[in-house]
């Protein structure tokens, strides 16, 4: 069974540039969730995407959007970035209807802004 | 609008005692309650979740937790922790039937040797 996988690892951007984090959904799940984390701070939901539509989101603004392939792959793109962008970006994949709820993450992406 | 809390940023404990991460949650109806931990530069893994069946919940690597719907808490406990548990701890709440995930701010547990 193939697990959560994003891309990249690591990544450095000044302010004002365009960023594009990639995610394949573990094998079967057919929704995806972004998740931002700041230093020290908990993961704070961006938003959701099922069936190639966002099915949900969080308190974003909207230069955080998304997009879902039909293989379930997703990418995350933020425009305009601003210094507090800095964080780990964290992919989530999960099977609709699953009654568990459980999210598989990814080892996240992390952005550093200048 | 559901929440959790974690009541305790930071936890030290020596090897081989219990653990005890405490968390209370906030949920308008019937929530499914879950921890995950997070080792460093890693990704987050889930321990173990509750959605309304047995209120003890048993997980990986010896970690329990159990549902108090009285006091609207969810600890996770661990009868002897070991060096490799030492992590960042999270509590997360899902409402029924909704897509949103709430994570608390996180516990760091550091055990000595």
Known sequence: ?114 | AQSVTQLDSHVSVSEGTPVLLRCNYSSSYSPSLFWYVQHPNKGLQLLLKYTSAATLVKGINGFEAEFKKSETSFHLTKPSAHMSDAAEYFCVVRTSGTYKYIFGTGTRLKVLA
């Open chain 1, 1 to 114: 069974e193939t697990g959560v996988t994003q891309s990249p690892t690591h990544l450095i951007k000044t302010r004002g540039q365009q960023v594009t984090l990639r995610c394949s959904s573990q094998s079967g799940h057919n929704t995806v969730s972004w998740y931002q984390q700041a230093l020290g701070q908990g993961p704070q939901f961006i938003f959701q995407y099922y069936r190639e539509e966002e099915n949900g989101r969080g308190n974003f603004p909207p230069r955080f959007s998304g997009l879902q392939f039909p293989n379930y792959s997703s990418e995350l793109n933020v425009n305009a970035l601003e210094l507090d962008d800095s964080a780990l970006y964290l992919c989530a994949s999960s099977l609709l209807g699953d009654l568990t709820g459980e999210l598989f993450f990814g080892e996240g992406s992390r952005l550093t802004v200048l």
